[in-house]
């Protein structure tokens, strides 16, 4: 992409969901901004880009943000769409690694 990028990463440093998003941004080689957020007293930016859960990671690509971190997965893989493809080619493999992606999530947040 021709244009400046300004890609921040709301996130905290032992939340798993944001780790999938900066592994997924450093196999992109996306440049980056991490803002660490205290989830016992949320940032305003953070509340108002996720407003629905309040959580992190929030992505905030040029100023417009994304949440849910399999949500932001997808995006990033659209978006740089030029290197290391996230999903496989084939459908029925990408339904798979969707199918895996949701479970582990589910398991992680029923513990
Ligand atoms: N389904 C969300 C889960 C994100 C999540 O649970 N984030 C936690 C930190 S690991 C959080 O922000 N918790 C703050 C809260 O629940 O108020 C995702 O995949 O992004």
């Keep these: ?12 440093g032992l939340s798993p969901f944001a780790g999938r998003i900066i592994w997924a941004l450093k196999l992109k080689g996306v440049e980056f901004e991490s803002v660490e957020e205290d989830l016992t007293n949320k940032s305003d930016l953070l509340l108002q880009s996720n407003p629905v859960h309040q959580k992190i990671p929030v992505l905030i690509h040029n100023g417009k943000p994304v949440s849910e971190s399999l949500v932001i997965m997808e995006y990033i893989d659209e978006v740089w769409n030029q290197t290391c ?27």
């Design 1 to 12: 992409m021709g244009e400046v990028e300004e890609v921040k990463l709301l996130m905290t």
């Design 85 to 111: 493809p996230l999903l496989p080619a084939d459908p029925h493999q990408r339904a798979l690694t969707r199918f895996w992606a949701k479970f582990v999530d589910e398991k992680v947040t029923s513990i």
